[in-house]
């Protein structure tokens, strides 16, 4: 499809397991985002790609939420050792650029963490 | 942080205008004022966009205040597939930051 697909669309961890949640963006798109969303809130943002470069990752909550994007298309967002609180739908979307430009974004994993 | 303020909820009954009100009374002057939506159990889609001017796409028009300090989507026809939660977002100035803040609940009536 021409979208952004995520994966896993959900997941479920126990307390305490590492997971990893994978973003394909639309081909060609240069920019990267990824969001939290917690249940009846709006998206929050984490951290944004433009190619390979994490040019900003003042979102990540914790040293234990890492995303890479090392060849500038698919990235993932890893988090280690799950808390309770990390529950939430997890967004990516993409760009063509980083301004002003539309994000597209993928439909989201949900993250389950027992 | 760029922070925006939103009504938590609207209703609108079917065929009828809707005016959806944004305060971002921090924006500054090189802002763009970014609209999504986001439908039930989906990702939030693009609505629509703008810097000073009012605008205007397929989907809905933007009016901008003066002051850039407020603005306005506007739903022209609102139908039952335009319920959703609506976004007007800015983003965090010298950053890649967008703040989305809590949206607008759209209740579209038949």
């Known amino acids: 499809g021409a979208g952004v697909s995520q994966s896993p669309r959900y997941k479920v961890a126990k307390r305490g397991q590492d997971v990893a949640l994978r973003c394909d963006p639309i081909s060609g798109h240069v920019s990267l985002f990824w969001y939290q969303q917690a249940l009846g809130q709006g998206p929050e943002f984490l951290t944004y790609f433009q190619n390979e470069a994490q040019l900003d990752k003042s979102g990540l909550p914790s040293d234990r939420f890492f995303a890479e994007r090392p060849e500038g298309s698919v990235s993932t967002l890893k988090i280690q050792r799950t808390q309770q609180e990390d529950s939430a739908v997890y967004l990516c979307?993409?760009?063509?650029?980083?301004?002003?430009?539309?994000?597209?974004f993928g439909p989201g994993t949900r993250l389950t963490v027992l | 942080d760029a922070k925006t303020t939103q009504p938590n909820s609207m209703e609108s009954n079917e065929e009828e205008p809707v005016h959806l009100p944004c305060n971002h009374s921090t924006i500054s002057g090189t802002d763009y004022i970014h609209w999504y939506r986001q439908l039930p159990s989906q990702g939030p889609e693009y609505v629509i966009h703008g810097l000073t001017s009012n605008v205007n796409n397929r989907m809905a028009s933007l009016a901008i205040a003066e002051d850039r300090k407020s603005s306005t989507l506007i739903l022209h026809r609102a139908t039952l597939r335009d319920a959703a939660v609506y976004y007007c977002i800015l983003r965090d100035k010298g950053t890649y930051k967008y703040i989305f803040g809590t949206g607008t609940r759209l209740k579209v009536l038949a």
């Open positions: 979307a993409s760009s063509h650029s980083g301004g002003t430009l539309e994000q597209f």
